[in-house]
């Protein structure tokens, strides 16, 4: 079967087709003909680095997946061949979706939201569940609180500002100037150009701040916030110092790592056939140009999601 491989770390240009055998499912797998593989800021880092598992060694990349159950193994009760399904397996460890076929433990996924095209499907997985799992797993956001989005028509931003939307929040997101109408768009009922305006004098009596960028824009988030309020940052682990600076603030900070999660992705499926989430796809390339996608991706100018389409 067709796959991306490399044969060494480096910069997108690595990144080739290369002939590899299809994989069996193992007990409590599945084994899915991948249909398209979103593309996220994890796959360009494991592919300059290894990753956290496998640091200095390339690994099969790809863990957004949307296509149909092939084989089922020992065991696997949930589905049979024939079912759409869409989900992130295994992250941290390697997946490869970028490939025809790839297997994953059947809990990894969930069905597909009816009429969702595959390519959508794909992008949604690591984007909407980082996004779930830190604004209702660790924030917990509630009707009426004002929810602070960083990047807010970025990949995970535009799927956050939708889901704290749904919860009943207030929601204020940043962006810059030409991509307000977008973001305005997704339900945000403020939007600040952090171009021109400092969020911190911007947005004030904030309770949850989601930070995809971070830098000092944890610390700077901090100020946002009221008594009780959480910054969760997903760019970069809550440094000590401050993390111990919210607790005497009576504040919390707190970082995330997204993981896999067939209850969330259920939630994530119900928000879309209920019509209160959708993904922005800004670009689809063929298999074959993974390392073009890894380029879009890189320069930080996209907005929503890149999606690799790899069957018909």
Request: hydrophobic share 45%; glycine share 12%.
């Amino acid at each position: 079967m067709r796959a991306i491989g490399q044969d060494t770390l480096g910069g997108p240009e690595v990144l080739k087709i290369v002939e590899i055998d299809r994989p069996q499912p193992g007990p409590s797998e599945v084994l899915v003909r991948v249909h398209a593989a979103g593309v996220n800021p994890t796959d360009w880092w494991h592919r300059a680095s290894g990753g956290l598992l496998n640091p200095g060694q390339p690994i099969p990349l790809g863990w957004d997946v949307s296509g149909v159950v092939e084989e089922v193994g020992l065991g696997v009760t949930m589905y049979r061949p024939g079912d759409e399904v869409f989900g992130m397996p295994r992250l941290p460890e390697p997946a490869g979706a970028y490939a025809e076929f790839m297997t994953s433990p059947a809990r990894h996924l969930a069905r597909k939201p009816a009429g969702l095209p595959h390519v959508e499907a794909a992008a949604l997985p690591i984007a909407a569940l980082t996004a779930w799992q830190s604004l209702v797993d660790t924030a917990d956001v509630r009707p009426g609180q004002r929810v602070l989005v960083h990047a807010a028509a970025g990949g995970v931003g535009h799927l956050a500002v939708q889901i704290a939307k749904a919860r009943g929040g207030y929601v204020i997101g940043t962006a810059s100037g030409p991509k307000h109408a977008f973001v305005r768009g997704l339900g945000a009922d403020e939007v600040i150009d952090y171009t021109r305006t400092d969020f911190v004098t911007a947005a004030q009596d904030i309770d949850v701040v989601l930070d995809t960028i971070g830098g000092d824009y944890g610390p700077r988030s901090l100020k946002t916030l009221r008594p009780g309020g959480i910054v969760v940052s997903l760019a970069s682990p809550a440094e000590a110092p401050l993390a111990a600076i919210a607790e005497r603030q009576g504040l919390r900070a707190g970082f995330t790592i997204v993981e896999p999660d067939n209850g969330g992705l259920k939630e994530i499926a119900a928000l879309i056939e209920a019509g209160e989430l959708r993904v922005e796809v800004e670009t689809v390339l063929p298999l074959e140009q993974a390392s073009k996608a890894h380029e879009l991706g890189e320069s930080g100018r996209t907005k929503g999601k890149i999606v690799l389409s790899v069957a018909a």
